[in-house]
């Protein structure tokens, strides 16, 4: 069974950071594509960043390029995803999701950029 928990979320002013965890297992994670996927009240969900099996190959979206960072590391199983500058635009609840299939997801770790 494949097993995804999120961790890390909070409340913290604009400007400052924050680094959401994801356990997994139930699965050969050295062999899987994972994504950071968030959806704030309201809105479509949106993939933030994904990151390949190796950790070659790491993309985001537009809106978060330069300011999160997508890691992993394989031998813990774990995904990382460090969000710094944060504004009140990068409020959500951010999930973690093997590959791009949204039904294997863990059940989220909410963010709020509030002042």
């Known amino acids: 069974e494949v097993r995804l928990v999120e961790s890390g979320g909070g409340t913290v002013e604009p400007g400052k950071s924050l680094r959401l965890s994801c356990a997994t297992s139930?699965?050969?994670?050295?062999?899987?594509?994972m994504s950071w996927v968030r959806q704030a009240p309201g809105k479509e969900r949106g993939r933030v960043a994904r990151?390949?099996?190796?950790?070659?190959?790491?993309d985001y979206a537009d809106s978060v390029q330069g300011r999160f960072t997508v890691s992993r590391d394989n031998a813990r199983a774990m995904m990382y995803l460090h969000l710094s500058n944060l504004k009140p635009g990068d409020t959500a609840m951010y999930y973690c999701v093997k590959g791009t299939n949204w039904r294997e997801r863990g059940q989220g770790t909410r963010v709020t950029v509030s002042s």
């Open positions: 990151i390949s099996p190796a950790c070659t190959t790491t």
């Open positions: 139930g699965f050969t994670f050295s062999a899987a594509y």
